[in-house]
């Protein structure tokens, strides 16, 4: 008999726009940051990583330095490798703001009905607005998972750094500016986006490595911060650092990181880090 066909060779996925709901999107998705590195780019070991990181501002800021939402989220990776990871799990690249896409909010928002791409306001760090947006819609426009990275002055191992930030929205407001004119409200208990994408990634098999590293002084639901937009939140300051890479790694293989832990697991640090030296 005739030997079988080949195997249909492996193709990048496509995303199959066709409403003026995506086409934004659709452009956006293409995009690439233009950040170009200086000759004097720091190239830091995974340690003096773990320093500067934590030597980073409390948080992102809006255009007139209002302090924005709290810094929470690193990669270590290519964009390329950061974007697979993060559609594999079913976020979308979020569109422009224009007179378009807030006309698709304010739609969404009087029929209950969610937006995949709906955009987000600008937030500042390293003296500019965010170099890529993300976000995991849900059911309704008012609820979504969003991030925003920069692409930071430094690099690890010959690898791109990003810093950013990830919220959970749960409402939308008039924003009382002119434009853009309605904003979301973020969910004050951010720390509870860090668990879900740390527990998200992992199931995208693009992570090799994860660690938190401390950041901000933490703040209790007592005696909460405020972001750029009034909204009260409440953290343990940490942040989540992703090592991603093109390399499929099953969960069990990922390495973690002996590095800060949330104050509620110190006391069993030797414990933790022997379960998860037992599993790999």
Not at 59 to 74: A, Y
Not at 133 to 161: C, F, M, Y
Not at 217 to 226: F, K, V
Not at 233 to 249: E, M, N, P, Q, S
Request: with cysteine; net charge negative; charged share 20%.
């Amino acid at each position: 008999p005739p030997p079988p066909p080949p195997p249909p060779t492996p193709t990048a996925p496509t995303h199959n726009y066709t409403n003026t709901e995506s086409s934004a999107a659709s452009d956006v998705y293409k995009r690439q940051p233009s950040i170009i590195y200086e000759e004097s780019t720091p190239a830091l070991s995974e340690q003096d990583l773990r320093s500067w990181l934590e030597s980073l501002p409390c948080c992102t800021s809006s255009e007139d330095g209002t302090p924005g939402d709290p810094i929470n989220l690193v990669f270590v990776g290519t964009i390329d490798d950061i974007k697979a990871a993060l559609a594999s799990q079913h976020w979308d690249v979020t569109a422009d703001t224009t007179g378009s896409s807030i006309g698709l909010i304010v739609r969404a928002f009087i029929f209950g009905s969610r937006y995949r791409y709906a955009p987000v306001s600008d937030l500042f760090l390293f003296g500019r607005q965010q170099d890529i947006s993300l976000q995991k819609s849900r059911v309704v426009i008012d609820e979504r998972n969003h991030i925003r990275l920069w692409l930071a002055p430094v690099t690890q191992d010959g690898k791109p750094v990003w810093v950013g930030h990830i919220s959970r929205d749960a409402g939308v407001k008039f924003s009382g500016r002119f434009w853009p004119p309605t904003t979301h409200v973020i969910d004050p208990a951010v720390d509870e986006a860090r668990y879900y994408i740390e527990q998200d990634l992992l199931y995208s098999q693009r992570v090799q490595k994860i660690g938190l590293v401390s950041g901000a002084i933490g703040t209790s639901i007592g005696s909460p911060r405020h972001n750029a937009e009034g909204d009260p939140y409440f953290t343990d300051g940490l942040r989540a650092v992703f090592f991603v890479d093109d390399r499929i790694t099953p969960i069990d293989k990922i390495e973690v990181l002996d590095w800060s832990l949330p104050c509620e697991m110190e006391p069993f640090r030797k414990s933790f880090y022997d379960c998860v030296m037992d599993v790999e």
